[in-house]
C-alpha cells in the first residue's frame, strides 16, 4: 500500500512539472522593442558682424535666417545624430563648417567673428 501512495505521488508531480512545462512555452511572446527616437533642438549663435544667412544642416537649407549677434533654434533634430552646421548668406559665402553630435534635449552651437568670412 504504501508503495503504491508513493508511485501515485510521484506520477502525479511528474505530470504537474510535464503540464508547467508545456505552460510556459505556451505564452505569448512580446515583440523586441524598437528604436528609442529621442528627439533634440540645436540653438545656433552668431556673435560675429560678417555672420549672418541661412542655417544649413548637413548640406540643405533650414530655411531659418540668423543676424549677427543673433540665435535660432532648429527643432525636429534626432539625438544621436551627427550634424554639419553651416551659415550661408545671400552672396553663397559660407562660413566654417562645425560638426556636432546631437544629444537629447538643447545643443548649442556658437558660431565667432572667427568662423566666418
Known amino acids: 500500500m504504501r508503495n503504491k501512495f508513493f508511485k ?6 511528474v505530470l504537474i512539472v ?3 512545462v508545456i505552460s ?8 523586441p522593442p524598437g528604436p528609442i527616437i529621442l528627439p533634440c533642438t540645436l540653438t545656433v549663435y552668431s556673435q560675429g558682424f560678417w555672420c549672418y544667412g541661412y542655417v544649413w544642416i548637413n548640406g540643405a537649407s533650414t ?13 525636429g533634430l534626432i539625438a544621436g545624430t551627427v550634424a554639419n ?3 550661408v ?3 553663397g559665402w559660407d562660413s566654417l563648417t562645425k560638426t556636432i553630435v546631437l544629444v537629447a534635449g538643447q545643443n548649442i552651437l556658437t558660431f565667432t567673428f572667427l568662423d566666418c568670412p
Open 89 to 91: 548668406d545671400n552672396f
Open 24 to 31: 510556459a512555452g505556451c505564452g505569448s511572446v512580446a515583440p
Open 63 to 75: 530655411g531659418q535666417w540668423i543676424d549677427y549677434n543673433g540665435a535660432v533654434t532648429i527643432t
Open 18 to 20: 510535464l503540464l508547467g
Open 8 to 13: 501515485k505521488i510521484f506520477v502525479s508531480l
Open 85 to 87: 552646421v553651416q551659415i
